[in-house]
């Protein structure tokens, strides 16, 4: 019986769907990973998956796979939108996680606790109009061309290095002043509030 | 004086007081003390070797890589979100930009999907050219991993083999689609287009004289001390790391482990089909390179036995809803030009549900993730994309090695950006 199972659908290609609580998500993963008889060890997707109906919970979808007895499972574990996007992080269990949690909090603001390193991966560190898969978030973003183009062509080298980086590097010193000061503020971009439906 | 700065006492051959010759060592007075300081090297995006904009940030201690952070998305185009503002037939051109080193089974990947979600079951002459379009995207995809790792690592000759070869298939996919790298091959429910009359033969003739090809660059890389050298016990994952890296393809059964979608979960019935799953023992990039050799070889043997069994009959499934009317019909019937205009204006609508399909594409495993709410657009498109999961491993992999063993490594990986960053 896995940890926390709210309830079990199946999907059209034939797939079993496991919906679990949120707080036991870890605990469920880690039985299915580590029980003989289970099996699942190998970590085939995270993704995340918002619908058109404001309604629903945003779900946040793990693609579990046994490779030795060749079977799928995926498990989903539902997010309020009036609620906090949190959910734990896996990548205890699996290092694939990594990048995959990552791209998930990147698109769908979604946080992923005790991940090691949750930043943004396919949208740059000071990007600041949202997460793109979101449905409130339009097509082509939410600032003006005109604006996108001038941030573009603004963009200072903390852009393109992280303060990780800059620290390794030991650059401050040869950092102008109101980069430096920018850098020690912690400055990163504003996310703006999503606009009123 | 600055502490990067080393003085050396330098001492060249020369002659001695007394006229003789002498050879002195080249000596540095002191050994520069280099250890402590470490040095942040970026490379990328524009780097030749980082195949793609990829950019790599590495820490270096001397010449050893300490730590590699990628900075991915420069080339992030927002496929999946595009995705959702389109019906499943109009998907299909992205797929092509996806892995564009393969397009023809990227197509096959989510046309796969969308069927599964609508429950459409396709002819068996489009299953057969299905899987010819995948295997022959297996080898150009192989080729062009073959020939730009070997310039990196410094062999200029099997990079032209390589590309000769895979301008034959082009010039067949060019025959069958029309376009050498942007096919859009499939439709849900069949195909574009069947294989043109010269097709088979030409097809036939590149399954005879491939292996040779194949051969030559076996002959001139695998016992290549160079080679062997800078790609043996590099960017080593043992099998269990690469489990829990979620690695796939060549990369996973390079480490040792026997998996293969074609195997384990059949589509385009590949069970039925005799070839082996290549498996390396290592998990070091000279296995990446013996199991991607030999999988051409298995591509080819699918290929000839895909050509044995291909059956005559329609490509298209029976079903005005999906499938468009001929252009004649559309003009002729009225029937059939309703269908036509419901397709293109409202597109095929999926039922409510969910549906993944993954295949087994030359970077590892493509899955499609379609969630459909009754329209004609997906709610989600999620691709699961072989070479960012695979490249995620890069850091591991680099780590302690030479900055030049890193572009070894990396290679080996087999990215294609537009896939890692879609």
């Not at chain 2, 800078?230 to 026997?258: D, K």
Request: aromatic share 8%; proline share 6%.
């Amino acid at each position: 019986m896995i940890p926390g199972l709210l309830r079990e659908a199946v999907a059209r290609d034939g797939e079993t769907i496991v919906y679990v609580a949120r707080e036991r998500l870890l605990e469920a993963m880690r039985y299915l990973k580590e029980t003989p008889g289970q099996d699942y060890d190998y970590l085939v997707d995270v993704t995340a998956v918002e619908f058109r109906d404001r309604e629903r919970p945003l779900e946040v979808v793990y693609f579990l796979r046994s490779l030795t007895r060749k079977a799928d499972i995926r498990i989903k574990v539902e997010l309020q939108q009036s609620d906090e996007l949190a959910v734990d992080s896996v990548y205890s269990l699996w290092h694939g996680a990594d990048w995959l949690e990552r791209e998930v909090f990147d698109m769908f603001g979604i946080t992923f606790r005790g991940h090691p390193d949750l930043r943004r991966i396919l949208m740059w560190e000071t990007y600041a109009e949202g997460y793109p898969l979101r449905k409130n978030f339009p097509l082509r973003g939410r600032f003006s061309r005109a604006e996108q183009v001038r941030q573009a062509l603004n963009l200072n080298p903390e852009g393109h290095y992280s303060l990780e980086e800059l620290s390794i590097a030991e650059a401050e010193g040869d950092l102008p002043d109101d980069m430096r000061d920018r850098l020690r503020r912690g400055e990163r971009g504003v996310i703006p509030d999503p606009p009123a439906p | 004086m600055s502490k990067r700065t080393v003085e050396l006492e330098l001492a060249t051959p020369g002659v001695d007081a007394a006229g003789r010759p002498a050879r002195v060592p080249l000596t540095a007075a002191a050994e520069p003390d280099l250890g402590g300081e470490h040095l942040l090297l970026n490379m990328g995006p524009q780097h030749p070797a980082t195949h793609g904009v990829l950019r790599l940030v590495v820490e270096l201690d001397g010449e050893t890589v300490v730590r590699c952070i990628p900075h991915l998305g420069y080339l992030h185009s927002g496929f999946e979100k595009l995705g959702e503002y389109r019906h499943y037939n109009q998907i299909i051109p992205l797929t092509d930009r996806t892995d564009y080193l393969s397009p023809m089974s990227n197509n096959v990947g989510l046309a796969l999907a969308a069927e599964k979600l609508m429950g459409i079951e396709i002819t068996p002459r489009c299953t057969v050219l299905r899987v010819i379009a995948c295997e022959m995207s297996r080898i150009i995809s192989h080729m062009v991993w073959l020939g730009t790792t070997s310039i990196d690592l410094g062999a200029f000759t099997p990079f032209l083999w390589a590309f000769q070869e895979r301008e034959r298939i082009y010039d067949l996919q060019e025959m069958w689609t029309g376009a050498r790298l942007t096919t859009s091959l499939t439709r849900v429910g069949g195909l574009m287009a069947d294989i043109p009359d010269q097709f088979v033969g030409k097809l036939r003739e590149f399954t005879r004289t491939f292996p040779k090809t194949l051969g030559e660059i076996d002959r001139v890389l695998t016992r290549n001390a160079v080679w062997a050298g800078r790609t043996q016990g590099v960017g080593t994952l043992s099998a269990a790391e690469a489990i829990n890296h979620s690695l796939s393809g060549p990369m996973l059964r390079a480490s040792g482990v026997p998996y293969d979608v074609r195997k384990d979960k059949p589509y385009l019935g590949y069970e039925t089909y005799d070839f082996d799953v290549v498996v390396g023992e290592h998990g070091d990039v000279f296995d990446r390179y013996l199991v991607r050799l030999e999988e051409c070889y298995q591509s080819t043997r699918i290929l000839e036995q895909a050509l044995d069994r291909l059956p005559d009959g329609p490509i298209n499934v029976d079903d005005p809803r999906v499938i468009l009317p001929s252009k004649t019909q559309a003009m002729s019937d009225m029937e059939a030009m309703i269908f036509h205009f419901k397709q293109v204006m409202e597109g095929v609508k999926a039922p409510v549900g969910e549906a993944y399909v993954g295949i087994e594409n030359p970077k590892g495993e493509l899955g499609n993730y379609l969630v459909s709410d009754g329209t004609a657009k997906p709610v989600r498109w999620r691709i699961r994309p072989p070479s960012f999961i695979n490249l995620s491993a890069l850091p591991k992999m680099a780590e302690g090695h030479l900055l030049s063993d890193l572009v070894a490594i990396n290679a080996s990986v087999d990215i294609v950006m537009g896939e890692v960053d879609r």
